[in-house]
């Protein structure tokens, strides 16, 4: 049995998000992890989901999809979250979950963890950055240890040279053959940081 248990942790409105996580949880079994996939709560009114028909076909694609709650954050010993960046920061979706982790943080059950991020933005300097690195701070008050990507392997340059984690430049079409390389040595560099961790 793997001494790695990370949750996968996911925002997406549209989907991006949502295939760099699945890709994501795909390397890290390979890797010998324990994995799951988990999405935070929609916190967007119905009506206005429904409104957009790209929205709404994302958000029943994933019904069955798992939500993440205080229990998972205690099962898992790694974290890897994803979600797309807005007007600089994370989505509020993501942001809402990690609002409700108090309590969890409080018992110390976000300490001394593996933890890394990725997102995507529909502009090439839509935050990207200030995004992942938003996330991190948070990460710090927990005590995590943060696993950024880093210029640690040439799929990061290839992807678009972002150390602080893979992020896709979203224009509706698929990720592209360079950010899947990314996301995957993101997921198995952190895993082999967790598995370190933990041992």
Known sequence: MSNVRLAVIY????????????????????AGAEVRLLKVRETAPDAVVAGQKAWAAQAERTAHV???????????????????????????????????LGPTWLAGHLANKAVSAMTSAQNMHGGQEST??????????WGAIIVPPG??????????????GTSFTASGGPLSDEVRAAVRFQSKRLVEFARRIAS
């Open 11 to 30: 925002y997406s409105t549209y989907g991006t998000n949502h295939a760099m996580a699945e890709l994501a949880v795909t390397a890290a079994q390979e």
């Open 66 to 100: 798992a939500q993440a709650g205080p229990a998972d954050m205690e099962w898992a010993n790694a974290y890897l979250f994803s979600a797309p960046t807005r007007f600089g920061t994370v989505a509020s979706q993501m942001r809402a979950f990690i609002d409700t």
């Open 132 to 141: 992942l690195i938003g996330l991190y701070t948070t990460f710090i008050h």
């Open 151 to 164: 210029y640690t392997d040439p799929s990061l340059f290839a992807a678009g040279g972002n150390p602080y």
